[in-house]
Nanobody, 121 residues
Framework: QVQLVESGGGLVQPGGSLRLSCAVSGRILGIAGMGWYRQAPGKQRELVATITTSGSTNYADPVKGRFTISRDNAKNTVNLQMSSLKPEDTAVYYC???????????????WGQGTPVTVSA
């Protein structure tokens, strides 16, 4: 079974920084695109940033210039460095990855359980 486990969320003051990490484990043959999404209370889940296997990145406009996504293909991890955090960044952050299951050989989209980020004074 494939698992995505996030870590690094918490409470931070406006202007502060946090680093989120996500580790993929289980019976997989490979990982394609990876990304971070977030869902604020009362709102739909939205894209934050994505990264391809070759390292090409894409960011949502609200986080451009403040967040940086990176991945370590050898460790099957994806990270999100968040700086200059604002109260509107408060949300549950979810890791996402396209993985190839080693049993079915199918490509599947998998999500982590989410890690909360609260930006407040």
């Amino acid at each position: 079974q494939v698992q995505l486990v996030e870590s690094g969320g918490g409470l931070v003051q406006p202007g502060g920084s946090l680093r989120l990490s996500c580790a993929v484990s289980g019976r997989i043959l490979g990982i394609a695109g990876m990304g971070w999404y977030r869902q604020a209370p009362g709102k739909q889940r939205e894209l934050v940033a994505t990264i391809t296997t070759s390292g090409s990145t894409n960011y949502a406009d609200p986080v451009k210039g403040r967040f940086t996504i990176s991945r370590d293909n050898a460790k099957n991890t994806v990270n999100l460095q968040m700086s200059s955090l604002k109260p509107e960044d408060t949300a549950v952050y979810y890791c996402n990855a396209g993985v190839r299951d080693s049993v079915s050989f199918s490509w599947l989209q998998r999500w982590g359980q989410g890690t909360p980020v609260t930006v407040s004074a």
